[in-house]
């Protein structure tokens, strides 16, 4: 079973700041119905006003995942690094099951396709509720931000050329803190990111633990 592929989209729109919307998967593996792309898209005045990050003075990215390490990587960057005219690039990245594992490859493709789409549907869903949360915690401490949202299996990759993309100045991660082992093995975003990524990473480590 060939891998699916998906696509950022660029269409933005309001949401207590600037929300760049994605598009569902644009083509599907063998045995599985093809999805349209389906933005939920802005007025072009939205979008316009909410272009803001041409006059930035510097851009950072920061991934967010709901987790505690990107929470602590946000409140790094806004206690340490924050300047009044910088612009704010929130990233989330949304990592699917895969479907031939998680769901068998003997499934109806009917049932396959209903099934995978509900499971990405959920995980859009969260990850629009996570977004609304950093703008507007961005919100009220003054901050210009705009969150991205992206579905794909390699996170590291896409924050490296969303960093291109968008020209980005700093990158700024929280660390899972893996142990040696499964670093090895399974590498971690922040890894990747840290020996790819053309601009500086800031990765923020974990929290040690008390003794």
């Not at 479907?99 to 869903?125: C, M, Q, R």
């Not at 700024?172 to 082992?181: A, E, F, Y």
């Amino acid at each position: 079973m060939r891998p699916m592929r998906f696509a950022a989209a660029t269409t933005t729109a309001r949401a207590s700041g600037c929300f760049t919307i994605l598009r569902l998967p644009l083509s599907t593996s063998a045995g599985m119905a093809t999805a349209g792309a389906s933005p939920l898209n802005s007025s072009p005045k939205e979008s316009e006003n909410g272009d803001y990050l041409s006059t930035a003075e510097r851009k950072v990215l920061l991934s967010v995942d709901g987790s505690e390490d990107s929470a602590r990587a946000f409140e790094w960057y806004t206690t340490n690094l924050l300047r009044e005219k910088d612009g704010l690039i929130l990233v989330h990245i949304v990592e699917p099951a895969n479907a031939g594992v998680n769901y068998g490859l003997a499934t109806k493709p009917a049932v396959l396709t209903e099934d995978f789409s509900k499971h990405i549907t959920e995980l859009v869903d969260k990850g629009k509720e996570l977004g609304k949360k950093f703008l507007h915690q961005s919100k009220a401490l003054g901050i210009r931000a705009r969150f991205v949202l992206h579905i794909g299996a390699k996170p590291g990759e896409h924050i490296c050329r969303l960093s291109k993309e968008l020209a980005i100045d700093i990158i700024v991660m929280g660390s899972r803190g893996l142990g040696k082992l499964r670093r090895t093995f399974l590498g971690s975003v922040s890894d990747y990111v840290l020996h790819h990524a053309s601009t500086p990473v800031i990765i923020i480590p974990p929290q040690k633990k008390d003794a």
